[in-house]
């Protein structure tokens, strides 16, 4: 049964962009090509893309109908389909690597906004040498009161924005701005791939060294997948809780992957050309990688501040359309559960956020110790990394791996699919489904799970 006062999405085409407006994001534009860079290219993409439609898709399907089927938030969904059992940690665990993971992403989030500032007001142009550009970043990211402040302000925004009323607004801002950034990027890879020297750039990105791929690879475009998709920690649980039951959950999904994966592949074709033809730079930079390439390329466009001006507005709205996503899930856990206030709720999480995010601001050459926190195997990671490695990879994945199991084994695929079946009586993927949730995610996830912890530490390097 539908509870009306919990209101629901406007029509299927809202759900979608909204879901999307979730999904597309800073994973799409700045952590996919970090990734493909530290990876090798080319084969990384298309284990990706696999990754996505084996693996993430069925995942994504199991948070919407455990939402839709609860109409619930992520912990009283889990205790409302099993009661009484340990199941609702699970959502518990959402709600802490829900203030984790906004915690850092309001930082990266609070970078691009400083970019939009800096391009606003031209202070890329007429700079000719990488180095320069390079050094903005370096010195940027460095300045603690500059970095602390920008991460303040986002999490103001989103903030602001679940006080104001989520869903309304989500539909509405998500259904004009996803495609005007979808036509910025496209511009932009038109402008990347013509440029002189393009050439070596495409061929990294689009032709696979096979020789290259190690496990590392695959584990990398596991945890991939699920960031850039919004799984693992109950947002897609949340957003399925307001789906009625007319809707179709598999096309849904299947779009939202499409159209995430699209974004993410666009943003690579942005970058990557690019990124060759500017001397000094490599693919392995790291975190700064499109802070560093896209002022280059802008700098190579007729009205190029205008451009980048514009691009990074929108990309700081995409980053917020995902970031209430992330703060959700907290949010929705307090108000339904504790029966808090809305205010309460949004005030309190949006705190926590701000507070876990400082030592992270601080942690890209600001503090010295914060930059060069621990060491694993020789290898150095900062607050952000650590954050990044413990909630956007190890705890995505684990909460995948459980909400897999849960469906599978628990609710049982029978439950599962009487939902699914609701807008979709044919359910003709029922059989695939089925041997996916039950078997195939959980083994590939604990594999992996298991090389991570055991072998090979750094497989996230
Ligand atoms: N998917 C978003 C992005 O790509 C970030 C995000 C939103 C997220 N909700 C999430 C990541 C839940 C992990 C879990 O930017």
């Not at 044919?426 to 059989?431: E, L, N």
């Amino acid at each position: 049964m539908t509870s009306p006062e919990r209101g629901q999405w406007g029509t299927k085409l809202g759900f979608i962009l909204a879901a999307a407006g979730s999904a597309i994001g800073l994973g799409n534009i700045w952590r996919f090509p970090t990734t493909v860079g530290q990876n090798g290219g080319a084969a990384f993409v298309l284990i990706y893309v696999a990754s996505v439609f084996i693996i993430s898709l069925s995942i994504m399907i199991a948070e919407f109908a455990i939402g839709r089927h609860a109409q619930k938030n992520p912990v009283g969904a889990f205790n409302s389909i099993a009661p009484g059992t340990l199941w609702k940690y699970v959502g518990l665990l959402g709600v802490v690597t829900g203030w984790a993971i906004t915690s850092y992403y309001s930082v990266v989030a609070g970078w691009t906004l400083g970019y939009f500032f800096k391009t606003a007001t031209g202070q890329f142009s007429g700079m000719v040498t990488s180095d320069e550009i390079t050094e903005v970043f370096v010195s940027f990211a460095a300045d603690p009161l500059n970095v602390i402040g920008l991460h303040a302000l986002f999490i103001i925004l989103t903030m602001a924005i679940l006080l104001a009323g989520v869903k309304a607004g989500i539909e509405r801002w998500s259904k004009i701005l996803m495609p005007i950034l979808l036509l910025l990027l496209v511009l932009l890879v038109v402008r990347s791939v013509t440029l002189p020297g393009a050439s070596e750039g495409l061929s990294f990105y689009l032709e696979p060294d096979w020789s290259k791929v190690s496990m590392r690879n695959v584990i990398a475009a596991m945890g991939q997948a699920f960031f850039s998709l919004s799984l693992g920690m109950g947002t897609m649980i949340t957003y399925g809780s307001y789906l009625s039951r007319k809707e179709n959950l598999v096309s849904s999904a299947g779009w939202v992957c499409t159209l995430d994966t699209g974004i993410a592949f666009l943003a690579g074709l942005a970058i990557f050309p690019a990124l060759f033809t500017v001397p000094g730079l490599e693919p392995t930079v790291g975190a700064g990688l499109i802070f560093v390439v896209l002022p280059n390329v802008f700098n190579q466009i007729p009205l190029g501040d205008l451009f980048g001006t514009g691009f990074f507005l929108l990309l700081t709205i995409a980053a917020l359309t995902s970031s209430i996503s992330i703060l959700i899930v907290p949010v929705a856990y307090f108000e339904d559960e504790k029966g808090w206030s809305k205010r309460k709720a949004v005030l309190v999480s949006g705190a926590v956020a701000f507070l876990l995010g400082i030592p992270s601001a601080l942690s890209v050459g600001g503090v010295e110790w914060l930059t060069d926190l621990v060491s694993i195997e020789g290898r150095t990671y900062g607050f952000l990394d650590m954050m990044n490695l413990m909630f956007g990879q190890y705890s995505l994945m684990t909460g995948s791996f459980l909400v897999a199991l849960f469906v599978g084994w628990k609710w049982g695929v029978a439950g599962a699919r009487t939902e699914i079946e609701q807008g979709n009586p044919a359910f003709k993927s029922r059989a695939i489904f089925a041997f996916l949730i039950r078997f195939l995610c959980p083994l590939a996830i604990a594999l992996l799970l298991a090389y991570l912890l055991f072998y090979d530490p750094n497989a996230f390097a």
